[in-house]
């Protein structure tokens, strides 16, 4: 569930509950639109597949698609062109993953500071998805995605649950961030649902010894698969 301004808020804390899933599950059924697509289906069928290949093998994969990276953030991003050329530092100074040691840590301080300059030229910024973090540090981080890396950020998802047999598709309850619940309510139920994703999406802002046999009932009731 989307976080919204403080009217969408408003407005969905007054619903009544049923009306409050009906509004999960169409941001359910729009978020799904947004990962579930081309590049999720390529990039799991990858995953699938490349977990059975040699170390070797793996490691190889990933310093070629490494090198890519870096290649690509010295030629379209200005923060890295700036910061590299003053270094006196190219992709091709980088031949091991312990070469990697020569680039600079980046912290959030900088990345705030010179947000617009971490944008890739290759990209219109018209394109890509916004993001931000939950803050938990202190202060919120705005980043920018394109529709590919959400879509195989969530492809690593689904592939790991695979790895405890659950499929695409399976129940999942949740207990995050999401304000599906109003902050001052104190009835149950403490969770929503969106049937789109076949999630429940609990409150943990209500989690309390005196809440807790709410929170086990719903769950018992809904089954998931994954929790």
């Given at each position: 569930m989307?976080?919204?301004?403080?009217?969408?808020?408003?407005?969905?804390?007054?619903?009544?509950?049923?009306?409050?899933?009906?509004?999960?599950?169409a941001y359910g059924y729009k978020h799904r639109r947004l990962w579930q697509g081309q590049h999720f289906r390529h990039w799991y069928q990858l995953l699938q597949e490349n977990q059975w290949r040699s170390t070797d093998e793996v490691l190889h994969l990933q310093w070629l698609r490494l090198k890519d990276l870096l290649r690509h953030a010295y030629e379209y991003v200005p923060f890295y062109q700036r910061q590299w050329s003053g270094m006196g530092l190219a992709p091709d100074d980088l031949?091991?993953?312990?070469?990697?040691?020569?680039?600079p840590f980046l912290?959030?301080?900088?990345?705030?500071?010179?947000?617009?300059?971490?944008?890739?030229?290759?990209?219109?910024?018209?394109?890509?998805?916004?993001?931000?973090?939950?803050?938990?540090?202190?202060?919120?981080?705005?980043?920018?995605?394109?529709?590919?890396?959400?879509?195989?950020?969530?492809s690593f998802r689904w592939h790991h649950y695979s790895w405890c047999g659950v499929t695409l598709g399976a129940r999942r309850a949740y207990f995050a961030g999401h304000p599906v619940v109003a902050p001052d309510h104190q009835a149950p139920p403490f969770s929503r649902v969106n049937r789109a994703e076949r999630t429940l999406l609990?409150?943990?802002?209500?989690?309390?010894?005196?809440?807790?046999?709410?929170?086990?009932?719903?769950l018992g009731s809904f089954r998931p698969d994954l929790i």
């Open positions: 989307s976080y919204g301004n403080a009217i969408t808020r408003s407005f969905f804390y007054r619903s009544p509950v049923w009306v409050q899933n009906l509004v999960c599950t031949k091991s993953a312990d070469d990697i040691r020569r680039l912290t959030k301080d900088t990345l705030r500071e010179h947000a617009p300059d971490f944008l890739s030229r290759a990209f219109r910024t018209s394109e890509l998805l916004v993001g931000h973090t939950s803050g938990t540090t202190g202060k919120q981080l705005t980043l920018w995605f394109t529709r590919e890396s959400y879509e195989r950020e969530y609990f409150s943990s802002q209500h989690l309390s010894e005196e809440n807790l046999p709410q929170y086990v009932q719903e």
